[in-house]
């Protein structure tokens, strides 16, 4: 059997930033404001370090503003919702996001619940989350979303097929079984607790794995042709001992199997900060009343 087709995110975020670049253009040329995103970073854990500045990077290159906050370690929950408070009332602010996971004195729900609805770009407010449960216009959480462009791109019409989600966190598994369901797809959501993970990841036409750990869905897990997301990055160590990125999906086995799916790295992973811009210039244009770009 022919290997499966690689999934290009890094080549279909590409796409999608220079699309948000255009609009953000048109935006400043036409109404004299550049979409703003307000990043918070509590205490110096490596990998949260990494990726904030990967997303001020990305935000300039796609012409919106960086604001960068950075909080000691040894901040109060108080300090953090006061600033959030601040971002939130800022007109300058169209998006705020605030890098988790936070040192343990800060409830990271507490925070969540203080964002405004209308700048929470990461889609984790009660708000966003009904809204895309029940077919409003939300901002969508960014890794889901970026997984659903994906597979549009790989599949074009989603309706009807058998999908199944592997994980159930309020971050990737329930919001991208909203997504699927939303493009009219059989949606099971599957867990820890889930009885014969194989037999359920079987049935699949769509395979999310969201799960955290490294390599859990083997070659035997996928339904032959099936189209598997990749959403899992773990470092694991290696006999040299530098280690590597893995996703949660064995990738030389399945893709043996499939018919698609993503690498690790390079597949999910760019598209989850193009989503966020996506979701940055989304938010500018509706808090002020304007047309939103087709991005």
């Known amino acids: 059997m022919a290997e499966a087709r690689l999934i290009d995110g890094k080549a279909a975020a590409a796409v999608l930033r220079a699309s948000i670049a255009t609009a953000a253009a048109e935006?400043?040329?036409?109404?004299?404001?550049?979409?703003?995103l307000a990043a918070i970073l509590v205490g110096e854990d490596p990998a949260?370090?990494?990726?904030?500045?990967?997303?001020?990077k990305a935000s300039i290159e796609a012409g919106l503003r960086s604001i960068e906050h950075r909080l000691p370690v040894s901040a109060s929950e108080s300090q953090l919702l006061e600033l959030v408070a601040r971002l939130n009332a800022?007109?300058?602010?169209?998006?705020i996001l605030v890098q988790l996971p936070l040192p343990k004195q800060i409830d990271p729900?507490?925070?969540?619940?203080?964002?405004?609805?209308?700048?929470?770009?990461?889609?984790f407010h009660a708000a966003n989350v009904g809204r895309l449960?029940?077919?409003?216009?939300?901002?969508?959480?960014?890794?889901?979303?970026?997984?659903?462009?994906?597979?549009r791109q790989t599949l074009g019409n989603l309706a009807g097929m058998?999908?199944?989600?592997?994980?159930?966190?309020?971050?990737?598994?329930?919001?991208m079984a909203a997504l699927l369901l939303a493009e009219s797809c059989t949606v099971t959501i599957a867990h820890s607790k889930s009885r014969d993970l194989k037999v359920l990841s079987r049935q699949a036409d769509i395979l999310v794995a969201a799960v955290g750990k490294p390599e859990m869905v083997k070659g035997d897990w996928i339904k032959p042709g099936a189209?598997?997301?990749?959403?899992?990055?773990?470092?694991?160590?290696?006999?040299?001992?530098?280690?590597?990125?893995?996703?949660d999906v064995a990738f030389a086995e399945a893709r043996l199997?499939?018919?698609?799916i993503t690498p690790v790295p390079g597949g999910v992973g760019p598209m989850t900060i193009a989503c966020l811009l996506r979701n940055t210039l989304l938010a500018a244009c509706r808090r002020r009343g304007l047309p939103e770009p087709a991005l």
């Open 48 to 56: 949260s370090q990494v990726y904030v500045k990967s997303k001020g």
């Open 90 to 95: 800022d007109p300058e602010v169209d998006g």
């Open 109 to 123: 729900q507490h925070v969540i619940d203080s964002l405004d609805p209308a700048k929470d770009v990461d889609g």
């Open 162 to 175: 058998n999908a199944v989600v592997l994980g159930r966190s309020n971050i990737v598994g329930k919001p």
């Open 227 to 247: 189209t598997v997301i990749d959403v899992g990055i773990n470092r694991v160590a290696t006999p040299d001992g530098k280690g590597k990125l893995v996703g």
């Open 27 to 36: 935006i400043k040329a036409k109404h004299r404001f550049q979409p703003g």
């Open 257 to 260: 199997v499939a018919g698609a």
């Open 133 to 151: 449960w029940s077919g409003g216009k939300s901002l969508i959480p960014c890794t889901p979303y970026g997984c659903l462009l994906l597979l």
